[in-house]
């Protein structure tokens, strides 16, 4: 069964530094997300992707966070420069349509910013 | 602006017992609600979804149906299993929101032999 696949697993970097999460969506899905989930609170959306550009971002999506899809089979998503509350379970998904939107999710990348 | 509230965790039973996930919505439009499932060390998996109201999604025993009077979308299954511990997600999508899915807090199910 295909599946969101995410790279790495885990993530450790210094506040300041600038991070890549990779993901490589199900390989037929035209619509991709970022999601992102603070240890003990809510799963959040960050931005959602669609025909190379961004259909829809969040408050917390600021200009430190950019979105790529710099080859057919990988999305990323880029933190400029880190913080400490950028720590957090990021979640990759992806979807055929929107309507209604059926995301199928990655495992989910653990950054840790110290 | 959109909202979903799920009844506050964690929650333990014992084998084959009834569970009950409460989660109740707040929408402008009329969303598509969805229930999530994250075993440990996995990625959040789709477990059931309705569309519209009086809909109920099924899937490997459970259950959810979509009470628009109430703005509810509980989740049940009437014989739990070990198997079944993991935290579980009820979502909404509102065409009015765009495609995004707005989560509910998730809560811990643990089923003991």
């Known amino acids: 069964e295909p599946e969101v696949t995410q790279t790495p697993s885990h993530q450790v970097t210094q506040m300041g530094q600038e991070v890549i999460l990779r993901c490589v969506p199900i390989s037929n899905h035209l619509y991709f997300y970022w999601y992102r989930q603070i240890l003990g609170q809510k799963v959040e959306f960050l931005v959602s992707?669609?025909?190379?550009?961004?259909?829809?971002k969040s408050e917390i999506f600021d200009d430190q966070f950019s979105v790529e899809r710099p080859d057919g089979s990988n999305f990323t998503l880029k933190i400029r420069s880190t913080k400490l509350e950028d720590s957090a379970m990021y979640f990759c998904?992806?979807?055929?349509?929107?309507?209604?939107?059926?995301?199928?999710f990655g495992p989910g990348t653990r950054l840790t910013v110290l | 602006g959109d909202s979903v509230t799920q009844m506050e965790g964690p929650v333990t039973l014992s084998e084959e017992a009834f569970l009950t996930i409460n989660c109740t919505y707040t929408?402008?439009?009329?969303?598509?609600l969805f229930w999530y499932v994250q075993y440990p060390g996995e990625g959040l998996q789709l477990l059931l979804k309705a569309t519209k109201a009086d809909d109920k999604g099924s899937n490997k025993g459970f259950e959810a149906t979509y009470r628009k009077e109430t703005t509810s979308f509980h989740l049940e299954k009437g014989s739990v299993q070990v198997s079944d511990s993991a935290v579980y997600f009820c979502?909404?999508?509102?065409?009015?929101?765009?495609?995004?899915?707005?989560f509910g807090e998730g809560t811990q199910l643990t089923v003991n032999p």
């Open positions: 979502a909404l999508s509102d065409k009015t929101s765009g495609s995004r899915l707005t």
């Open positions: 992707f669609y025909n190379n550009e961004i259909s829809e």
């Open positions: 998904a992806s979807s055929e349509g929107t309507a209604p939107p059926t995301q199928y």
């Open positions: 929408a402008t439009g009329y969303p598509s």
